[in-house]
């Protein structure tokens, strides 16, 4: 049975207080509520995650100053640099001790090729401290690794905090073979070395020896621009789309309210027919709330439909 469209009726002039009148509806009160929380919401958001790319963006920068002023810059004892933060990171450091326990570190890429570190525990006065003396290529193998000078040595090097198995590379499978270890780590070596202490340290020499190559120092954690930076500036784009797709959606829902009550006014709206909002909040624009009279017009003939 198709629906009939009412007579159109008359109609005195149409104020704005008229056709607005459903947004004072519970429906668009809620609404209205929720796109005002929304969007500085969506906008506090994207301007924290745009202020963490910024941050870390300043940080490549400070480390890239650092890094550059390490290499010039006169060594230190080791005692003075600890701990190891983001400023005392790459700095050059020196420490005397006797070699102790030596151990590999597979799965390390120099120069685009994959080798592994030969690490050499330095037994110092105030513990042990993890020693890169350099890199090889190919696969671990304890046969080609030379072996650590014997007697005092007094060591110099770019001074590293302990790496976090998973993060910048850094291995943390496990199961490797005995005199192996995935990351430079105090608490990894702890349980490998037969020492009590282990220096929450490591440094990588500035020569290597036996022929090795010497590796060089890494940017400290969270300080360059890796793929956490450019997550954090995508997620910015994503709330500020966010917030403008809420104010999209709100003028949309608007404009399709007014339009339904200006159709209902000009009694082109098919009996039966509602615009979403059940409870009146567009017929309710062009209708008196008193006995359903049109404002500032007569009641619209009656009409009947036919089976």
């Given amino acids: ?5 009412r007579p159109a009726r008359a109609h005195g002039p149409r104020t704005v207080e008229g056709v607005y009148r459903f947004l004072l509806t519970p429906r668009w009160w809620g609404i209205n509520v929720f796109v005002l929380l929304a969007i500085p919401f969506c906008v506090f958001m994207g301007s924290w995650q745009l202020g963490r790319f910024e941050d870390r963006v300043a940080d490549h920068r400070t480390a890239s100053d650092l890094a550059a002023e390490a290499g010039t810059s006169s060594p230190r004892p080791l005692a003075e640099l600890l701990p190891v933060d983001k400023a005392t ?11 102790g326990r030596q151990l590999l570190v597979p799965g390390r890429e120099l120069d685009g090729e994959r080798g592994y570190y030969v690490l050499t525990m330095l037994r110092t006065d105030g513990g042990a401290l993890p020693v890169v003396r350099g890199w090889l290529p190919g696969d671990a193998d304890p046969a080609k690794a030379p072996a650590a000078p014997t007697g005092e040595v007094t060591v110099t090097g770019a001074l590293q905090a302990s790496e976090s198995p998973g993060s910048n590379g850094v291995s943390s499978a496990g199961g490797l073979p005995a005199g192996q270890t995935g990351a430079i780590s105090s608490a ?15 440094i990588t020499l500035d020569k290597a020896d036996g022929g090795m190559k010497a590796v060089p120092a890494a940017a400290p954690q969270n300080t360059g621009l890796d ?35 200006r159709d209902a006014e000009l009694g ?25 009279v049109p404002a500032g017009g007569s009641a619209p003939a009656s009409s009947s439909t036919t089976a």
């Fill in 188 to 202: 990894s070596l702890v349980n490998l070395v037969p020492y009590k202490k282990v220096y929450e340290a490591w």
């Fill in 227 to 261: 793929l956490k930076a450019f997550q954090n500036l995508g997620y910015t784009g994503e709330w500020f789309v966010f917030a403008g797709f809420v104010v999209f959606m709100w003028f949309r829902l608007l404009r399709r309210e007014v339009e339904f009550a």
């Fill in 89 to 99: 990171s790459g700095k050059q450091a020196t420490a005397t001790g006797q070699y």
């Fill in 1 to 5: 049975m198709a629906a009939t469209p």
């Fill in 268 to 292: 082109i709206v098919p009996e039966g027919a509602g615009s979403g909002s059940e409870s009146g909040s567009g017929i309710e624009s062009g209708i008196d709330g008193e006995g359903g």
